[in-house]
Structure formats: C-alpha cells, structure tokens
C-alpha cells in the first residue's frame, strides 16, 4: 500500500485531467473548495458553473444541459445529492435516463467532525432503488480516477461515491483495469468470502491477514460498482468458499449487504453477516474513533468472518 489519498482528491483532479481529453463540464453547489471541483474551475473556468446551496435546481439544469448532448458532472455532499436533490435526480435525471454523471463526495461516517446531518449512510440504498443507476463507490484514489473516466464514457446517470478520509493506495495507476459492473479479485481463500466495498477494502484486507495468523484463509473482492452488481464473481466465490461477510461504510440496509444477500438468497444461499452501519445515524468526532465505535475496523470483519465460518458446520 502507498500513500493515503482522499478519494474526493483523486475525483477532483481526474476532472482536472480529463478536461483536457474530454468535452463535459463541472457544476457545483457553492462547495467546490470541498467537492475539489475547484481544480477543474481553476483550469477551465468557462466549463464550471456555481450552482450555489440549490441542490435541486442544480440537477435540474444537469438535466437540461444533458438533454442538449451535452455531458454535466454535478458534485455537492453524499447528504445533499441523494437527499435534498433525491427527486430531481430520480424524476428529472433517471427518469428519462439522461446522461448526467453525479460526484457525491463526504460520504459516511468518515466525514467525521461534520457530525451526524452530514455523515450520508443511506445514500448507496436511495440510489439503488432509481431504476437504471448505476453507482460506483471507489476503493483508493486510483480507481476513483479510473471510474470518473469510464463515468464519461458510460452512457446513462451515474453515482459516484467519495471520501473526505485519506485512504490507503491499493492499485498501481499503469496496471489497473477498472470494468463497471465488475469486481475485482484483491486476495483468493478458501474458508470464507470477504465483500467489500470503498475504503473498507483496505480494511477487509488487514482482515485477511489477522485471519491468517489463525490458520484461516479468506478470500477478499473489492466490489467498487453496487449495481449493476457482479453476480457472477458474488455467487462463484460463495460457491467456493460457503459463507460471505459483507464490509461497508454505509448501513447494513440497502447497501452492498442487501445487495449481496439479495444475490445469494436467490442463486446460491450460504450463511451471510454484515460489516456496516448498524442502522444509526453517525455523530460528531474524530475518525479514527467513530470507526471504532461503529465496527468498521479490520477486527470486527475477522470476527464476523469467524462467526460466518461456524454457521457453515
């Protein structure tokens, strides 16, 4: 692992660097200094547009500017763009399927000091449930690069999910190859399958190694698109190993949990536990703490990891 880079840094200066290959433009909503949206503004002020504290309506020129050809990136707070701005994005953006692409940075409990109204654990569940979204919830900086340009590429709304966090570097930027819709094979095992899923990746792979230490070998997948989900490589791994732990920053409802178990419950049912919000709201503090406090921790997913495994017998 390499340096620690906030995933809202990397999507800052991917748009940046993607300017210059690609025609789209960047609107905000009087948050550019945090969303980094400032980058891209700084270096092509003609193509970035303050919205200002109007979330809504910033969806719905996105949805105006779109329906032109045109390709809008529309980034404001996890909170704010799958919650105060959840019925233009559904109504006037994923209804018609237009291709506006949604950079939603401070996501989860990561946010930490900006306490519980802005630490968003719901915003993967509220995205699911918008028929032909797709979302995408990078694991580092370099896949979070990676998904901004295969976003633009991608025709149709997407939801991508940042981190105010500084976290670990897992890939090496000249030998990624990110797929949407397809997970990634961080580590294979045997005894039990570890799903995660942004910066709990890192976390499921310390996991890993604290399972080793006691004879077990997990197997770990990064699952950086929620939907549309990789069945296959879900339902494979669970048929090779007998049970699965899910890790997320998000609440064990309607995130990649859910997602998962959906999968498995119809194609491959094996004992199933969840690594997430435990359906609470977040709350103000440090982050290394309200990780802790909220057993987003390598130790909690090798509990749950040991727990599954004596479902099996």
């Known amino acids: 692992m390499a340096d620690k880079i906030a995933t809202r840094e990397a999507y800052g200066n991917a748009l940046a660097e993607l300017g210059e290959k690609y025609d789209f433009v960047v609107l905000d909503a009087d948050l550019a200094a945090a969303t980094k949206t400032g980058v891209f503004k700084k270096k092509f002020p003609e193509r970035h547009f303050e919205c200002g504290i109007a979330e809504g309506n910033m969806a719905v020129v996105a949805a105006g500017l779109a329906s032109t050809g045109v390709v809008p990136f529309i ?5 704010f763009a799958a919650g105060r701005a959840y019925e233009q994005v559904r109504n006037m953006i994923g209804y018609p399927h237009l291709n506006v692409k ?8 990561s946010v930490g000091e900006d306490g519980a109204t802005h630490q968003c654990n719901e915003d993967i569940a509220t995205m699911r449930t918008i028929p032909g979204m797709t979302i995408i919830n990078p694991a580092d900086a370099i896949e979070a690069k990676a998904c901004v ?32 819709g397809k997970g990634v094979m961080m580590s294979e095992g045997k005894d039990v399958s570890i799903i995660a899923t942004g910066l709990m990746v890192h976390k499921a792979l310390e996991a890993k190694e604290l399972l080793k230490n006691e004879g077990i070998d997990a197997e770990v997948i990064n699952i950086h698109t929620i939907k549309p989900l990789d069945r296959d490589m879900v ?10 732990v899910t890790a997320e920053e998000h609440n064990i409802i309607g995130g990649l949990g859910s997602a998962v178990a959906e999968t498995l419950c119809e194609a491959c049912p094996v004992p199933m536990l969840r ?39």
């Not at 949604?102 to 409990?109: F, L, N, R, V």
């Not at 295969?150 to 105010?164: Q, S």
């Not at 103000?284 to 004596?310: C, D, F, H, R, W």
């Open 75 to 79: 980034s404001t707070f996890a909170m």
């Open 102 to 109: 949604i950079g939603a940075t401070h996501a989860g409990i």
């Open 149 to 180: 340009e295969a976003a633009i590429n991608f025709y149709g709304p997407v939801y991508m999910r940042f981190g105010r966090l500084a976290i670990p570097t897992l890939y090496d930027e000249a030998t990624y190859k990110f797929e949407i």
């Open 235 to 244: 339902i494979a791994s669970a048929q090779k190993t007998g049970c699965v």
């Open 275 to 313: 690594v997430g919000v435990e359906d609470q709201f977040g709350r103000s503090g440090k982050v290394p703490p309200l990780l802790e406090m909220y057993g987003l921790t390598a130790e909690n997913i090798a509990a749950k990891a040991k727990a599954a495994i004596a479902l099996k017998k």
